[in-house]
């Protein structure tokens, strides 16, 4: 039990020190301001070790209010080292969002255009 709680301290400290690394603007401050819901709804669903999973009802509706684009853009090396940019990408989907092909998202692109995931 102690070891999930660990990787979520860790997952949460690689990600806020990665926001905090990057220049602060209007934008960005808006779309940063979803992630901690994101952090607390959807851990589970997006870190590394694991296989894809359906995101839970209370994740997707933390996602349903997501500016991926602009989450993307805050994504650093230190955060993909925690968290799976492609189970990101497979929970955005789940929850009904479309992520275009060839969306960057960290080091990650999406490589293909399926859309919403039936």
Sequence with gaps: MAFPRVGSLCFAVFLIAGILALCKSGVQAQCESTIPSLIAQCRQYVLKPG??????????????????????????????????????????????????????????????ALGRIA
Aim: with cysteine; hydrophobic share 35%.
């Design 51 to 112: 296989p894809k999973t359906a995101p839970s009802a209370a994740c997707c509706s933390v996602v349903k209010t997501l500016d991926i684009p602009c989450f993307c853009k805050l994504v650093t090396k230190e955060i993909e080292k925690v968290i799976s940019m492609e189970k990101v990408v497979f929970v955005a989907k789940s929850c009904g969002r479309t992520v275009a092909k060839g969306t960057k998202c960290g080091s990650y692109t999406v490589p293909n």
